[in-house]
């Protein structure tokens, strides 16, 4: 595996070694051992997560304050673009995000260490995500920052108005949500 630091350094695109021929593809999506000489971290995976969205819907920016969760997130049909944002308050890139499309055909990877709000938009007809968590869903620890606080700046890069939740609707702006120190 390849990786690529990002504008935020914690954060950290992975791209994988894909061999193919004609039979079709394989890659090693994860690997403890590389992983954690390659970052530094032995990272304890807990919980795998899939979801399947619609063109225009947008999830996040969801995390979790207490029992915070690190993750490796992929997509595995249709494309997303993929934001996080940096709510640690004490940190040289608060406030700031990073985005990148994930999809099948590229087969990259993101990085989300703890103490970062996470999102997508789905960017194809439907979209597979796949994401890896270093703890449990705590639903009554969980937070959501407004997908569209003009304070983050945020180009979901959608076609049409997004699809949220109820719960997404209804996040906090970036000014009034809990944060990490």
């Known amino acids: 595996m390849?990786?690529?630091k990002t504008a935020i350094p914690d954060l950290l695109i992975i791209e994988p070694k894909v061999?193919?021929?004609a039979r079709g593809f394989?890659?090693?999506?994860?690997n403890r051992q590389k992983f954690a000489e390659q970052t530094g971290r032995d990272?304890?995976?807990v919980q795998d997560n899939h979801s399947r969205s619609a063109q225009n819907v947008l999830r996040g920016l969801h995390y979790q304050i207490q029992h915070p969760q690190a993750k490796l997130v992929r997509v595995v049909q249709g494309a997303v673009?993929?934001?996080a944002v940096d709510i640690r308050k004490n940190s040289p890139t608060f406030g700031k995000h990073v985005s990148m499309e994930?999809?099948?055909e590229n087969k990259v990877m993101l990085w989300i260490p703890e103490g970062f709000a996470h999102g997508f938009s789905v960017l194809s007809e439907t979209a597979?995500?796949?994401?890896?968590?270093?703890d449990y869903w705590f639903p009554e620890h969980e937070r959501c920052i407004h997908w569209n606080d003009p304070a983050l700046g945020?180009?979901?890069?959608?076609?049409?108005a997004p699809v949220v939740s109820v719960k997404d609707a209804q996040g906090k702006s970036l000014a009034e949500a809990e944060l990490f120190s």
């Open 2 to 4: 390849n990786l690529i």
């Open 19 to 21: 061999f193919g021929d």
């Open 26 to 30: 394989f890659f090693e999506s994860f």
């Open 43 to 45: 990272v304890d995976f």
């Open 81 to 83: 673009l993929d934001v």
């Open 102 to 104: 994930l999809s099948a």
């Open 128 to 134: 597979d995500f796949l994401y890896k968590t270093t």
């Open 154 to 160: 945020i180009d979901w890069n959608l076609q049409a």
